[in-house]
């Protein structure tokens, strides 16, 4: 990709050594729509813990990869971001998920939902707690929040074009300290039940 991110450049070791791209991301959809129903089905006094984010994590990808559900052990770099050292990843992901989850009771008005979705979703993504499938375990954690709130999932991006070239623009500010261009981006698609 031209914007600084890459698709993973290769078919990592599956457990059913499926070798063709397009069968590989057939399975992959499939996991990510098992967990979009596991979301759907959340009782709306769920709490936003780890085994919540464990368990989206290993949905979507246990299917197919070892590592699903399970923390990054491996160090690794994400554009021109270096996330933190994997001895850091499960102290950081308990303080996330107790943060996202005290935070949850008390924002009510939209803006305040979209200020901790986006939170919420560039932490997550700059702490790049598992091996691979973060940016989408990042949007199914987003839409798990959303609708505790009341509100429908949030569509951020579609896989190129336009969208996802400010997407990833606002995340690269994020990283900066600037979360408003991600914000903005929720807020734009933030639509109550």
Known sequence: ???????????????????????????????????????QELDEEAEFDISLILNIHRTAFGELYD???????????????????PSQVPNLMYQYADDVNYRLKFVQEK???AELLAYLHHRFVWIHPFNNGNGRTARLLLNAAAMLKGFEPVQLYHREGEARKEYIQALRKADGGDAHGLTNLILN?????
């Open 67 to 85: 590592w699903a559900g399970k923390w990054r052990t491996i160090e690794v770099q994400v554009g021109k971001l270096t996330p933190p050292h």
């Open 1 to 39: 990709m031209t914007d600084g991110t890459n698709y993973t450049p290769s078919i990592d070791e599956n457990l059913l050594n499926i070798a063709e791209k397009d069968l590989l991301n057939l399975y992959e959809a499939s996991g990510i729509a098992k967990s979009e129903i596991m979301i």
């Open 111 to 113: 803006v305040e939902v």
């Open 189 to 193: 698609e933030l639509t109550a039940f």
